[in-house]
T-cell receptor, first 115, second 112 residues
């Protein structure tokens, strides 16, 4: 299958700082990327859907100013957690797909810990 | 709005036995896709099987098969001949209305 690379895999940051997570499609052009948040033993909660060149569509309850998503190219989307707090600690995972009716491929995930 | 539901938080199965993981869904989109993913403790999402809403036959991939009952809006995953390495979280997902959303997950434990 296609490869989606997500970095970093783990990050620890201080409360009040910002953290950027990158999601890259290595061997295909991703017109759509999804960002999810997952708590231990829980489901993947869709945070936002981003289409290349346009603003991300956020799910209800997700703060746009808190979780900044940029999808500037067909191979890269970034999620920036601004002014991070301990409650933002979680597993964040991205997925990317080329077309509407094609399979979405997942990054390895990023475990964020805010101290 | 679309919704996907997995009602089994945890399941146990004896090694070499078959197990069925349940998934029901709801959507107003006539064109949708249903997926099953496996998530081991490492966190990676491993694609297992896919069923399109217009597919006439149930999807199969090796030991995995998807029991698609469109009228009942269910898409259960059947794992045959369970192996110890099958122990993991399993998620049902639905593509529709421009999104990809997930069920609550089922934690499968395979007993030796």
């Amino acid at each position: 299958g296609a490869v989606v690379s997500q970095h970093p895999s783990r990050v620890i940051c201080k409360s009040g700082t910002s953290v950027k997570i990158e999601c890259r499609s290595l061997d295909f052009q991703a017109t759509t990327m999804f960002w999810y948040r997952q708590f231990p033993k829980k489901s993947l909660m869709l945070m936002a859907t981003s289409n290349e060149g346009s603003k991300a569509t956020y799910e209800q309850g997700v703060e746009k100013d808190k979780f900044l998503i940029n999808h500037a190219s067909l191979t890269l989307s970034t999620l920036t957690v601004t002014s991070a707090h301990p409650e933002d600690s979680s597993f964040y995972i991205c997925s990317a797909r080329q077309l509407e009716d094609t399979e979405a491929f997942f990054g390895q995930g990023t475990r964020l810990t805010v101290v | 709005a679309q919704k996907i539901t997995q009602t089994q938080p945890g399941m146990f199965v004896q090694e070499k036995e078959a197990v069925t993981l349940d998934c029901t869904y709801d959507t107003s989109d006539p064109s949708y896709g249903l997926f099953w993913y496996k998530q081991p403790s490492s966190g990676e999402m491993i694609f297992l099987i896919y069923q399109g809403s217009y597919d006439q036959q149930n999807a199969t991939e090796g030991r995995y098969s998807l029991n698609f009952q469109k009228a009942r809006k269910s898409a259960n995953l059947v794992i045959s001949a369970s192996q110890l390495g099958d122990s993991a979280m399993y998620f049902c997902a639905m593509r529709g209305e421009g999104k990809l959303i997930f069920g609550q997950g089922t934690e499968l434990s395979v007993k030796p």
